[in-house]
């Protein structure tokens, strides 16, 4: 059972460019999350997505960042019109169900986004 | 507002020493508590998850416990290795929420 898998692991865009961040999450698991990574900062809760919703995006910024989880396909991380400040680690977790007491989520290695 | 916060941020030790990794949060309502290992530029690793209801877990040389009352965990390391150099983050889940809340975590070096 492979786990999160996010590509690419690494990406570069210049200013102005959309980014497209993928994530399959594990296999039996119809929850994700992303999360942002700032240089020297912790993580930080974005978007949580079931199937074809989204649940809560109360950490996505209001512009240009958007995201999906179709019923077939990974789920989608869009960046429109990237600007410097976008560069940062993105993050995919998943878990099977609802986050609960005996439930945890399961990290990607991540999607390092460089914009130049 | 939950906030979690770790002390020291950065550690620098010699192999063999054992060591405490101190995580502490404001809002004692939590799910769980996880401990994870970032390696520069990877992902995170999950090395410990402490439900509400426990207060310690342990996995080989690493020990993690919680108290909920006073809103603190402690991640215990023994007999340091350099291959242990890492980030160490915790992380809490609110209770009625899903969010991972963060903390900043802990640099460690383990020098040979």
């Known amino acids: 059972n492979a786990g999160v898998m996010q590509n690419p692991r690494h990406l570069v865009r210049r200013r102005g460019q959309e980014a497209r961040l993928r994530c399959s999450p594990m296999k039996g698991h119809s929850h994700v999350y992303w999360y942002r990574q700032l240089p020297e900062e912790g993580l930080k809760f974005m978007v949580y997505l079931q199937k074809e919703n989204i649940i809560d995006e109360s950490g996505m910024p209001k512009e240009r960042f958007s995201a999906e989880f179709p019923k077939e396909g990974p789920s989608i991380l869009r960046i429109q019109q990237v600007v410097r400040g976008d560069s940062a680690a993105y993050f995919c977790?998943?878990?099977?169900?609802?986050?609960?007491?005996?439930?945890?989520?399961?990290f990607g290695q991540g999607t390092r986004l460089t914009v130049v | 507002k939950q906030e979690v916060t770790q002390i020291p941020a950065a550690l620098s030790v010699p192999e063999g020493e054992n060591l405490v990794l101190n995580c502490s949060f404001t809002?004692?309502?939590?799910?769980?508590l996880q401990w994870f290992r970032q390696d520069p530029g990877k992902g995170l690793t999950s090395l410990l998850l402490?439900?509400?209801?426990?207060r310690e877990q342990t996995s080989g040389r690493l020990n993690a416990s919680l108290d909920k009352s006073s809103g603190r965990s402690t991640l215990y390391i023994a007999a340091s290795q350099p291959g242990d150099s890492a980030t160490y983050l915790c992380?809490?889940?609110?209770?009625?929420?899903?969010?991972?809340?963060f903390g900043t975590g802990t640099r460690l070096k383990v020098l040979a």
């Open positions: 992380a809490v889940i609110t209770s009625g929420t899903y969010k991972y809340i």
């Open positions: 977790a998943s878990s099977p169900e609802r986050r609960g007491m005996n439930t945890e989520a399961f």
């Open positions: 402490i439900q509400s209801s426990q």
């Open positions: 809002d004692s309502a939590i799910y769980n």
